[in-house]
C-alpha cells in the first residue's frame, strides 16, 4: 500500500486550506471588478434575480482559470512564508532535507492543477463563456425599466423626450407632463402639454399606456407643407382635450439571445473545434489564393495584350504582337484626340474596378487571416494558462523562502505586482500576436517565457540560500542610503584581560584632534562637479582617523569605569562611503558625462560629505569631555 510520507502530509496540509483561502478571495475580487464594470447594463433594467444569478455563476466558472494562478501564487507565499518565519524550513534544512524535496508534493500538486485547469478550460469554460456572453448581450439591449424623473427631460425611450415637473409617489398621479413626440422624423414633431396623467406598462408588456388630462397638442403638417405649393398657408394643427390616453411602442420583456451565435465564435469552442476551424480555414485560404493569384494577373494586364499573329510561310514576317510593335507610344501618338480621351477614360474606369475587386477581395482575406489568428491564439491560450499554475508556483515558493514573512501583508502586496507584471505582458504579447506584428506562438507564450526565467532564478537563489533578495538586507541597505545611523551598544566587560592605556589614548585623541581640524578645514568647501569626477575617490586621510578612532575605543572598551563606556557609545559610527568602482579613470569619466548618473552621484556624495564633516564634529566635543574623565582617572591613580 502507498503511503504518504509524514513531511508531505504536514506540507500539503499547511498550503491546501491556504489556497482554498486565496482562491476564494482572488475570484471574489475578480467576480467584483466584474460587477463594476458591467453594473451600467445590469441595474434600472428590471431583470429577475434568477438571470442574474445565472450571469454570476456562468462568470464565475468563467474567470475560474484566471484566480486559479493568482491563488497559487499567493497561497505558496503565504505558506512558505509562515513556515520560514516560524523557523520550520530551518528545522528541516538542519535535518538534511533540501527546499527541493520539501516542495516536491506541492509540485506534483501543481502539475495536478495543471492538468484540472486545462480540462476545465477545454471542456466546461467554453460553454461558460458562451452562456455569460449571451445573457450580457441580451442584458445590453433590453429596455430600461421606466423611472421618469423629476424636473429633467426623460430621452430613454426611443423617439420620445418627456418631461414632469412633479410625482405623486403615494397616487402615481405625474403634474404638468410635456412631451415631444419625434418618431415621425425631426420635422414632424408633436408637443403635447398635460396638466397630469398617469403611466402603466400594458399586459404583453409591449407598450407605455400614457393617460393624460386637461392638455393641449400641438402638431407640426410639414408632409403636407411639402405636398401642396409652398406659398400656399397651411396652419399646424392644434387639438384641446380632457382625456387622452397616448400608445407607446415599448418592450420591456427580457428576451435571451441565441446561443449560436456566441457559440461560433473562438471563445465558445474546444481544443478540437478550434483545431478543426484553422486547418478548414488554412485550407480555404489556400485554395482561394491558388485561384486569385492566375485571376489577378489576368485582370490586370493580360487580357489587355491580346495577340493579333499573322501567319504566313515567308520567314520575312514577324509573328509578335502587331497592336505594339513599335511602342504603346508611337500608337498612342498617332490617334486622334477623341479616341485618347476614350482610351484614357477606359482604362481608369477599368482600373478602377480592378482596384475595386482587389480591396474586396483583401477584405474577405484579412478577415479570414484575422479570424484564423484569433483561433490559433485561443487553442495557445488555453495551454499557457494552465501551465502559469505550475510557473507561479515557482516563484511564490521560493520567494516566500526567501523573504521569510507570512500573513496577507507583504505576501499580498508582491503577489499583486507580479501577476499585474503577467496581465501586462500577457496582454502585450496577445496584442502584437493578434495584430501579425509576432508569430503566434511568440505572443501567447511570451508571458509564460518570463515566468519561467523568474521562477528559475528564484529557485536558484532560495536553493543556495541567497540574501539577495532578503528584505532585511535591502532594508539595510535602504537605511544606509537614506542616511540612517548605527549607533553603538557596548557592555561593561565582567573579566578584563588587558586593562586600557590611558596615557597613549590621550594622546591618540590630541593628535587626533589636529588632524581632523585639518581635514574640516580641507574640505569644507565641497568640489565643483567636473574636479569631483577627476579627482580620485580613495579618501586615506579619512580611512586613517576613522581607524585611529575605533583603535581607542576598542581600547577603552576594556575599561572598568561605567562612566567611561557610556562616553564612547556616544562616538558617531563614521561610514566611509565604498566608491572604489569609480577608480578606473576612464569609468569615472564616463559616469561623469552621462546624465542623470553623474549628478546623482554628485549629490549623494555632497550629503554623504556634510554628513561625515557633521561627525567628525560631533567626535571633537566628545573627546573634549573624554580626555577631561581620562586626565581625572590618571591623576586619582596617582593619588592626586
Sequence with gaps: MLKIKRLYTFILGTFLPVLLATFSVCLFIILMQFLWRYINDMVGKGVDLIVLGQLFFYAALTFIPMALPLSVLLASLISFGNLGEHMELLAMKASGISLIRIMKPLIIFAIFLVGISFVFQNNVLPQAKTKMTTILLSLKQKSPELDIPEGVFYKAISGYNIYVRNKDKETGMLRNIMIYDYSNGIDNVMVTVADSGRLKISENKKYLVLTLYDGESFENNFERKRIRNYNDKVSNRRETFSLRELLIEYDTNFNLADESIMGSRDLGKNV???????????????????????????????????????????????????????????????????????????????????????????????????????????????????????????????????????????????????FILYYIIDTFGVKMAREGVWTIWAGVWFSSFVLAALGGFFTYKAVNDSTMLNPDAWKNILQKIMGKRESRNYDKKEVIIENPNYIDDIESIDKWQTNSNSYIKKHKRFNSYFSFWSKNFNDVELTSLVETMEAWIEDLRNSDETLIIGKIMDYPVIDIPSMNIFNNKALRYACGIIFPIGLIVYIWSFFKQRQIIQDIKTSQKINDSLKAELIKLKLNSYGI
Excluded at 276 to 284: I, R
Excluded at 326 to 345: D, I, R, S, V
Design 272 to 418: 478540437k473545434a478550434l483545431s478543426h476551424y484553422v486547418d478548414s480555414m488554412q485550407y480555404k485560404q489556400d485554395s482561394i489564393n491558388s485561384v486569385n493569384a492566375p485571376n489577378f494577373i489576368t485582370k490586370s494586364y493580360k487580357s489587355l495584350f491580346v495577340e493579333n499573329r499573322t501567319y504566313s510561310n515567308s520567314p520575312n514576317i514577324d509573328e509578335r504582337d502587331t497592336i505594339f510593335r513599335q511602342g504603346f507610344q508611337h500608337y498612342y501618338k498617332n490617334l486622334e484626340l477623341e479616341y485618347k480621351l476614350n482610351l484614357l477614360h477606359l482604362s481608369k474606369s477599368k482600373t478602377e474596378d480592378i482596384k475595386r475587386d482587389n480591396n474586396i477581395e483583401l477584405f474577405r482575406q484579412n478577415e479570414m487571416r484575422n479570424n484564423i489568428r484569433s483561433h490559433k491564439i485561443q487553442l495557445m491560450t488555453k495551454f499557457s494558462m494552465a501551465i502559469s499554475c505550475l510557473l507561479f508556483f515557482f516563484i511564490g515558493a521560493p520567494l516566500g523562502t526567501i523573504i521569510r514573512k507570512g500573513g496577507l501583508g507583504l505576501p499580498a502586496v508582491i503577489s499583486v505586482l507580479l
